[in-house]
């Protein structure tokens, strides 16, 4: 299966188990690690630990593969390591802090990623003012 499949499959977990702000970033020729890391976040400890074990289930019975997981147990952050694909899941203030995206993706679609977060986030704001 090639590292495109997996990560559509890792994708649709994510997106099953309502994972939220998941960003996807291209590693192919900047690191010989992996060809893709995913980045997404649970609202808390106990989401956190249910989207990587849910995740690490369904690749196992889709690929054959176990992918290794270090972290599930506090639930603060999961990495999950399939070899070709890279997860991590954060609670979002664990995420914050160590900002991965900032390190990992190239300035220009950090840049695109801040503005459509930031837009959201004020249509949102906007949409409560509007209820209220």
Known sequence: MSSDQILDRILASLD???????????????????????????????????????????????????????????????????????????RPEVREFYQLEKMWMPADALRSATLDRLRAEHAAEEARKTQN
Do not use: C, P
């Open 16 to 90: 099953d188990d309502k994972a939220e702000d998941v960003v996807t970033i291209d590693l192919r020729g900047r690191s010989a690690m992996a060809d893709h890391m995913v980045i997404a976040s649970g609202r808390n400890a106990r989401q956190v630990a249910a989207i990587a074990e849910k995740l690490v289930e369904r690749l196992k019975a889709q690929t054959g593969h176990s992918a290794r997981v270090e972290g599930k147990d506090t639930g603060d952050w999961v990495l999950i390591d399939t070899n070709d694909v890279i997860v991590h899941v954060f």
